[in-house]
């Protein structure tokens, strides 16, 4: 039976709550599978998508919480559902209204907080609450963004966990950042810059000389260099340096034939034995440096060293 024009319209009104203060669920047909079904089906009016949100079955309710076309009403209490992969439903859905994420953003599960960094919804708001969290991993999320904010960038530069700053190391776009996370005295930071291939080749030079073997490898595994930088990295005191340009795929040819003749058995070996495509090696063939965002001007990150 068809119920009564007034009670569809009256969505979120009074009469859709019981005494506690819950959402009230107005029983549909079918079984499980058939209101699922109903769920997941285009054709499916917002009305009754209001009302299966609060169905009794949490596969249902992340159906509904992962419709992009499900009504706001809809969405809202499923960001407090008791099943973490509804609110992990919601969290992803690129119709989620800023004022959810942030909700969201801050829910007691990690993996709700993780999908909210992979939402397309997700703002600078957003973002600022997710530069303050003591979830690391979230901040290492926001550490990797392409469109981060450079005073946000600018922040995590001082984050207290070296692997947040190793994941900006490898991703920002920002050189006052990659400058100041060269000083890092945290290997794994300068590793991070090592891989990123917005470096400047005064930066890579600055690399190809850094004290620690394991910064030396992961540069001439992962970006094209500067001549003197190759003739200097040719004759590296460190043989694991050596293996790793001979089995590199951004080394040129010359370079490698130079290391065919390489005192050590093992280099030579690795250089004559090369064959393209056959490596592990992060290949980064074209470096965007200099790339910025619109509108973001020279300068404006912030800079102080570690």
């Not at 009564?4 to 319209?9: A, D, L, N, R």
């Not at 003739?231 to 340096?241: A, C, F, P, Y």
């Amino acid at each position: 039976m068809i119920a009564p024009m007034g009670k569809q319209q009256d969505v979120g009104g009074p009469d859709r709550h019981n005494g506690s203060g819950s959402t009230a669920y107005r029983e549909i047909g079918g079984g499980a599978d058939a209101r699922l079904a109903l769920a997941q089906d285009p054709a499916t009016p917002q009305m009754t998508l209001f009302d299966l949100s609060s169905d009794p079955s949490p596969a249902v309710r992340k159906a509904v919480a992962s419709r992009t076309d499900a009504p706001a009403q809809a969405l809202r209490p499923l960001t407090r559902d008791p099943d973490r992969h509804v609110r992990e439903a919601v969290a992803k859905n690129p119709s989620t209204s800023v004022a959810n994420l942030l909700r969201l953003v801050k829910d007691a599960d990690r993996w709700v907080r993780w999908a909210v960094a992979s939402n397309p919804a997700c703002d600078e708001s957003v973002r600022r609450v997710m530069s303050e969290a003591p979830d690391k991993e979230l901040r290492g999320l926001l550490a990797e963004m392409r469109d981060l904010e450079p005073d946000l960038a600018a922040r995590l530069v001082d984050d207290v966990s070296p692997e947040v700053r190793e994941r900006l190391a490898s991703h920002t776009h920002e050189p006052d950042v990659i400058t100041a996370l060269l000083a890092d005295r945290t290997v794994r930071v300068r590793k991070g810059v090592a891989r990123n291939p917005r470096t400047t080749a005064e930066q890579r030079s600055a690399l190809a000389q850094d004290p620690v073997v394991d910064v030396r490898v992961a540069l001439v595994r992962a970006l094209e260099l500067d001549e003197a930088d190759l003739e200097r990295l040719v004759d590296d005191r460190s043989v694991q340096v050596r293996v790793a340009m001979a089995k590199s795929e951004v080394v040129p040819a010359h370079i490698r034939r130079a290391l065919e003749r390489d005192p050590d058995d093992m280099v030579a070996s690795a250089a004559r034995d090369f064959r393209p495509g056959s490596g592990s090696s992060p290949v980064v063939r074209a470096p965007r440096v200099g790339h910025r965002r619109p509108g973001s001007g020279p300068g404006r990150p912030g800079g102080a060293a570690r």
